[in-house]
């Protein structure tokens, strides 16, 4: 009976393993790939993507504003939106557009608890950033909040993860600057106009102490109508120097405002 019982105890231990190196390999796999297509790649940290997709990934180029970072169809500097409504950050930083590929990746690392291709988005935003604003200064770095409900469904928040990575890489800090206090639903579901007024009150900022010459830049991973993103830097931005935005893609808002079918998506 003794050795029957112990017999168990070893067969559940010995599940448990298994179970934990899945998990931790479904986490952070040691043979890493190319993070939109799964093609094997010569040096994840170098570059996390395979040459074929390097060919066809939507990378945010061309006439952009050097405001909001949104692609503009003529030499305008300064896209109409932003001429029409002052941001409360000073730049954001996008370095791709929001393509099937890109979403398909983004709802990989998100909802299949992908978390090692944090480090992937990282290089590309520091990547990018460093060759738009190479003097680029930063005291901290923050993010935009889940809902603890949220959070605790999905088990991490991707945009925290995000701004540690990207941290790690700047050798800046991260610091938790808002609280996300009102469930506001998928605001992708909403009208353009709507985004805005949903935002309003949905997040405060933390009892945090900043200096006037703080220049901190906000983490997200997706950025369309900079609803939640303007929204938090007009919490921050009285109080700092500058506020800068970071997030992996860009959407338009005129494909946001034509409220546009999702791409068929896949997981990787
Ligand atoms: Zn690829
Ligand atoms: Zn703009």
């Known amino acids: 009976m003794k050795e029957k019982k112990k017999s168990l105890v070893v067969r559940f231990m010995l599940f448990h393993k298994k179970l934990k190196k899945s998990v931790d390999h479904l986490i952070f796999p040691d043979d890493l790939k190319c993070i939109f297509c799964g093609n094997d790649i010569?040096?994840?940290d170098d570059q996390p993507f395979c040459e074929e997709c390097e060919k066809t990934l939507p990378f945010n180029v061309g006439n952009r504003c050097i405001i909001c970072d949104q692609p503009i169809k003529n030499e305008a500097t300064v896209c109409d939106f932003c001429q029409r409504e002052k941001k409360n950050f000073e730049r954001l930083f996008s370095p791709f557009l929001y393509g099937a590929e890109v979403k398909n990746a983004i709802?990989?690392?998100?909802?299949?608890?992908?978390?090692?291709?944090?480090?992937?988005?990282?290089?590309i935003i520091v990547d990018y950033i460093h060759k738009e604003k190479p003097d680029l200064k930063l005291n901290f770095l923050s993010y935009i909040p889940l809902t603890s409900k949220k959070e605790k469904q999905r088990g991490f928040n991707q945009s925290k993860l995000l701004a540690e990575e990207i941290g790690k890489l700047l050798d800046v800090p991260v610091i938790c600057l808002f609280e996300k206090i009102k469930d506001v639903g998928n605001q992708k579901e909403l009208k353009f106009k709507q985004r805005r007024e949903n935002v309003l009150g949905a997040y405060r900022l933390k009892d945090v102490k900043l200096k006037k010459t703080d220049r901190i830049m906000i983490v997200d991973d997706v950025v369309t109508t900079?609803?939640?993103?303007?929204?938090?830097?007009g919490l921050v931005y009285p109080k700092v120097e500058k506020v800068y935005v970071c997030s992996l893609a860009r959407e338009t808002v005129e494909n946001a405002k034509n409220q546009k079918k999702s791409v068929e998506v896949t997981y990787l």
Request: proline share 4%; charged share 20%; with cysteine.
């Open 42 to 44: 010569p040096n994840f």
């Open 226 to 233: 900079c609803a939640t993103v303007g929204y938090c830097s």
């Open 107 to 123: 709802l990989s690392y998100k909802e299949s608890n992908r978390r090692y291709m944090a480090k992937a988005f990282a290089k």
